[in-house]
């Protein structure tokens, strides 16, 4: 068993716990209180615990190996990390009710499927720098997209309160524990917006990156098409809220577009590859 599968397991076992114990507490005090110094500290360890399974699993002296559920755990653990360094200026500690479940199926998927292939011509140091920006961007941009995937469950509780006494005990009580949705979109848009300043970085850097591989500015394959779409998707939203103030419905359709071209660029892509398709 190859350590990056060990620490991906462990990581997803520290994630279950911590995130099992908020369930509990909104359980039994209907609320989330706020997170104290030593569950930061567990959160910080279930983090290391993730990212060294990752640097296990995915980066060698002279190779990078990738598949598709390395690549959504990567992701899933750069937006930990930045929820975890938002967290420490804001408020936000409901969302763990979403994003430790979310972490720990990431790291279970990579310790199961640890499944892909070799990246040619992994040696090139501008291909590493590309690769790894590429990641953080799919990171960045996962988060945002589970962030207004979960806004949208909030907003259709606040115009729709629900009925039953069994959503309103569960479900109500978790959408009741997120933080306002002012500041959650404050702090969408914040991710937005450096996701899509890496995600310009990512497609900047494998322009150079394949001219100095094959001589051409971009490949023309699915990868480019997807990854350059939701560029595309993500810099009309920021326009839009720049220039006519979009919000609410508008951005979050725009928010889970966007999202939608990226994993198609990557992830889902080499999901039916590897698991339907059983090519490499």
């Given amino acids: 068993m190859s350590l990056g599968i060990?620490?991906?397991?462990?990581?997803?076992?520290?994630?279950?716990?911590l995130g099992g114990s908020l369930w509990i507490r909104l359980a039994g005090a209907?609320?989330?209180?706020?997170?104290?110094?030593?569950?930061?500290?567990?959160l910080l360890g279930a983090l290391v615990l993730h990212g060294i399974g990752l640097q296990q699993a995915m980066l060698g002296a002279q190779h990078l190996f990738i598949g598709?559920?390395?690549?959504?755990?990567?992701?899933i653990w750069l937006g930990m990390v930045v929820f975890w360094l938002e967290s420490l200026l804001v408020r936000i500690d409901g969302l763990q009710l979403l994003l430790l479940p979310?972490?720990?199926?990431?790291?279970a998927l990579a310790a199961l499927f640890p499944q892909g292939q070799f990246v040619p011509h992994a040696d090139d140091a501008w291909l590493r720098v590309h690769?790894?920006?590429a990641l953080a961007a799919y990171g960045l941009i996962t988060i945002a997209a589970l962030h207004a995937m979960m806004m949208a469950l909030l907003d259709r509780h606040l115009h729709r309160p629900l009925d039953a006494p069994a959503e309103r005990s569960i479900i109500g009580r978790v959408l009741d524990s997120?933080?306002?949705?002012?500041?959650?979109?404050q702090l969408l848009f914040r991710i937005i917006w450096i996701g899509?300043?890496?995600?310009?970085?990512?497609v900047g850097s494998g322009s150079f990156a394949s001219m100095k591989l094959t001589g051409k500015i971009l490949p023309f394959d699915h990868k480019t098409v997807f990854t350059l779409l939701s560029w595309l998707t993500f810099?009309?939203?920021?326009?839009?809220?720049?220039?006519?103030?979009?919000?609410?419905?508008?951005?979050?359709?725009?928010t889970l577009t966007g999202f939608g071209f990226l994993i198609l660029a990557y992830t889902g892509s080499r999901f039916v590859l590897e698991m339907i398709l059983h090519r490499g």
Avoid: N
């Fill in 178 to 185: 997120q933080p306002p949705l002012l500041v959650q979109e």
């Fill in 30 to 42: 209907g609320e989330v209180e706020k997170t104290g110094r030593i569950a930061r500290l567990c």
């Fill in 102 to 107: 979310a972490a720990a199926i990431a790291s």
């Fill in 6 to 17: 060990v620490f991906h397991t462990a990581a997803a076992l520290a994630y279950a716990v």
């Fill in 235 to 254: 810099g009309v939203l920021l326009v839009g809220r720049h220039v006519w103030g979009w919000r609410g419905r508008v951005a979050l359709r725009w």
């Fill in 196 to 202: 899509f300043i890496v995600l310009t970085l990512a």
């Fill in 131 to 133: 690769l790894l920006i």
């Fill in 68 to 75: 598709w559920a390395l690549a959504l755990s990567a992701a």
